[in-house]
């Protein structure tokens, strides 16, 4: 199957700093990236769908300034979270679609904001 | 609008056969999924119906019935290593994925 990678798989940081999140696809090219974040015990939610050489697409509730997503390869998608602060810590998750439309999973980035 | 339910939790016996239930309702639909996610790892693919029916594969089966707005993932001959979070998500008109909140699969001795 498919490959996903994620960098850092792990990241804490002081608030008020900014993080970015990597997400490759090492062995098939993706046009589209999707990123959710994931709470503890709770399912995933879409954040944002990311689209290479174009802005990404933004889920209601989701401030795009805040969660900057760029994807400027069809092997690459960063997202980073500007000026973090607690309540944004959580799992993200980055994820990108396959030939049969299934979506394969990066391991994912915990992020703990002190 | 966009619902989909399945048991939070459900606990099952080594060796035994465990049925987890989704149902769902949407106004567009274009395919279920089941992924597996172990605590603190991402989701893993288990099985994709967009058509009517059972599909096997190996210790795990997935049905889905488009007109009951309903699916359920068979695990058979379960192992300790099955306790894991199972996801049911459907891919929406608008091409994303909507999730479950999970069901969280307890294998005991």
């Known amino acids: 199957g498919a490959v996903v990678s994620q960098h850092p798989s792990r990241v804490i940081c002081k608030s008020g700093t900014s993080v970015k999140i990597e997400c490759r ?4 090219q993706a046009t589209t990236m999707f990123w959710y974040r994931q709470f503890p015990k ?6 944002a769908t990311s689209n290479e050489g174009s802005k990404a697409t933004y889920e209601q509730g989701v401030e795009k300034d805040k969660f900057l997503i760029n994807h400027a390869s069809l092997t690459l998608s960063t997202l980073t979270v500007t000026s973090a602060h607690p309540e944004d810590s959580s799992f993200y998750i980055c ?6 439309n299934e979506q394969f999973f990066g391991p994912g980035t915990r992020l703990t904001v002190l | 609008g966009q619902n ?5 939790e459900m606990t099952a016996t080594e060796g035994a056969i465990v049925q987890i239930n989704c149902t769902y309702q949407t106004s567009g639909f274009n395919g279920l999924f089941w992924y597996q996610q172990h605590a603190g790892e991402a989701p893993t693919f288990l099985s994709y119906n967009v058509l009517d029916g059972l599909e ?5 089966s997935s049905f889905l019935s488009r007109s009951k707005g309903y699916s359920y993932l068979l695990l ?3 192992q300790m290593k099955d306790s894991a979070s199972y996801l049911c998500c459907y891919y929406n008109q608008g091409g994303k994925l909507i999730f479950g909140q999970g069901t969280e699969l307890s294998v005991k001795p």
Not at chain 1, 42 to 47: D, G, I, N, P, R
Not at chain 1, 95 to 100: D, I, L
Not at chain 2, 56 to 60: A, Q, S, T, Y
Request: hydrophobic share 35%.
């Open chain 1, 95 to 100: 994820s990108a679609s396959g030939e049969h």
């Open chain 2, 76 to 78: 058979k001959e379960l």
């Open chain 1, 42 to 47: 709770k399912s995933l939610m879409l954040m």
């Open chain 1, 25 to 28: 696809s090492l062995d098939f």
């Open chain 2, 4 to 8: 989909i339910d399945q048991p939070t």
């Open chain 2, 56 to 60: 096997e594969k190996g210790r795990f």
